[in-house]
């Protein structure tokens, strides 16, 4: 037993093995030749125990790296090797003993292999390979999350990017109108359906309290043309109070306010344009027309030069100063600066308009008629062409054609005291009191400082033999600077 104790656990089996093989041999035996016949071939099985048991060892190994059912079956498989050897063996063992002796190799076969199996699977390995085994599906699942993720992640983005894409077109196309738009004054009928898809392309990417200041301005030039005045100054205004110095704004609101007749109202937010940007041509040219429209003509005039010395190529500069001129009388400067429009700008409606209104008033009649077919042509809804038209007509004796276009400015606008005035003349020189004096009282209740129709109402108090009626008006007229009829006054009226 001493022997065995020093000698590895698998090394002294197999010694255990060779001592009790060796010891049967010897005991079972009939002759010396047999029995070393019987020795030799015993040798030879335990050379073959010894090789299957270092394959065992070898197999011991691999434990690592197998599970345990795995193992467990390699010890069956072992165990059968071993038992069968010994079964083998036995056939040479001729002594009662050999069941206890199978049954000791087996329990100590069995006693080793266990031993040698706590040393590999212990509570570490058998954790290792469990968490191992944990792991897998977890990490599975893990990575299948992952994929999903990822490819949900890429359809929403890939739809965010065709969002993106689509709002940056958007707003490429809006931003190219509104280039082009700067660049125009947006009062040609094109300018103005390019304003409006400007608009429209801006509502679809934007609410009104996302707009800035920028948008505001857009919007009231879009109402601006469209002549919704009071829309048009609430926008703007929005515009100056996100950017106070914004000239521009401050420029458009004071037109809009000329537009509704706020003249003095205007005046105050140019002088702000001006101030914020004095060399806003745009500006000094609306300043001079609302002085104009109050009356104040030689201040008008500075204003129009100011706008001219800034910008020689104002078409509607020159037009202004030229009607600014006709309203102090000095028609042939007047014609000379709507030629100088036309020349910039031979689409300018209202230079045509304004230089057959001077025309007509030199009793150039024929050439202001083309002067006045050609606005018209332009743009037909210009209320005052067709008004000066008519105007024009009754001097060359036309009446009922003076009518027709008479009704056609009040179509257009039919709160105008002028039209109503001139076809009240029409009228008259027709034979239709009636409808005369019907025109020249809405005239008045229109607007009763108008010069021409005091001087009609006297011509149609004369018709009807009202003489004193008659001088009253034509006095009247003469007070506000029609100096025709200080020659009824003359004629007719001496006594009074």
């Known amino acids: 037993m001493l022997i065995f104790s020093r000698v590895p656990a698998l090394s002294r089996l197999g010694f255990l093995i060779v001592f009790i093989l060796s010891f049967s041999v010897v005991q079972g035996q009939d002759s010396v030749s047999v029995q070393r ?78 031993k040698g199996i706590e040393k590999i699977i212990t509570k570490d390995w058998i954790a290792e390979k469990v968490h191992d085994k944990a792991q897998e599906p977890l990490k599975e699942a893990m990575a299948q999350l992952k994929k999903n993720f990822k490819e949900d992640a890429e359809k929403e983005l890939k739809k965010m990017e065709a969002s993106v894409q689509k709002y940056e077109q958007a707003l490429k196309e809006l931003t190219g109108k509104k280039s082009s738009l700067e660049a125009s004054k947006a009062s040609e009928p094109e300018d103005k359906e390019q304003l409006q898809s400007f608009m429209e392309g801006l509502k679809t990417v934007k609410e009104e309290e996302d707009y800035t200041a920028r948008d505001w301005f857009w919007k009231g030039k879009d109402e601006e043309v469209r002549g919704a005045y009071k829309e048009s100054i609430e926008s703007y205004t929005q515009a100056i109070r996100l950017n106070p110095q914004n000239d521009s704004a401050w420029n458009n609101r004071g037109l809009a306010k000329t537009n509704l007749g706020q003249h003095q109202a205007a005046i105050g937010d140019l002088d702000e344009a001006i101030r914020l940007n004095p060399q806003n041509d745009s500006a000094w040219n609306n300043r001079g027309l609302a002085k104009n429209n109050l009356g104040l003509y030689q201040e008008a005039i500075e204003d129009l030069d100011e706008a001219l010395r800034l910008n020689p190529q104002n078409d509607a500069a020159w037009n202004n100063r030229g009607h600014t001129k006709s309203n102090l009388g000095r028609y042939e400067e007047a014609i000379e600066d709507c030629n100088e429009a036309l020349s910039l700008n031979p689409e300018n409606y209202a230079a045509w308009n304004n230089r057959g209104s001077a025309r007509d008033i030199l009793g150039q009649y024929q050439e202001a008629i083309g002067d006045l077919d050609e606005a018209l042509r332009i743009n037909p809804q210009n209320n005052s062409a067709w008004n000066n038209r008519g105007f024009v007509k009754n001097n060359l004796g036309l009446y009922q054609e003076a009518i027709e276009d ?47 129709g005091w001087y009609y109402l006297g011509l149609i108090r004369q018709k009807q033999n009202r003489m004193k009626e008659a001088c009253k008006a034509w006095k009247k007229a003469v007070e506000l600077g029609y100096k025709e009829a200080q020659e009824k006054l003359d004629e007719f009226c001496k006594e009074s």
């Not at 790296?65 to 090797?81: E, G």
């Not at 083998?88 to 009662?96: E, H, I, P, S």
């Open 406 to 452: 008479l009704d056609e400015a009040l179509r257009l606008n039919p709160e105008s005291p002028n039209s109503y005035a001139h076809r009240a003349y029409s009228y008259l020189m027709l034979d239709q009191l009636e409808k005369a004096e019907e025109d020249i009282v809405k005239s008045q209740s229109l607007d009763n400082t108008y010069p021409p």
């Open 37 to 114: 016949y019987q020795k030799e071939e015993l040798k030879r099985e335990i050379e073959e125990l010894r090789k299957e048991l270092s394959d065992t060892r070898d197999d011991l190994a691999l434990i690592q790296q197998k599970d345990t059912v795995r193992l467990r079956q390699r010890i069956d498989i072992y165990l059968a090797v071993v038992i069968g050897t010994a079964i083998l063996l036995g056939f040479f063992m001729n002594w009662v003993g050999k069941r206890a002796v199978l049954e000791y190799i087996r329990e100590y076969a069995q006693e080793t292999i266990n």
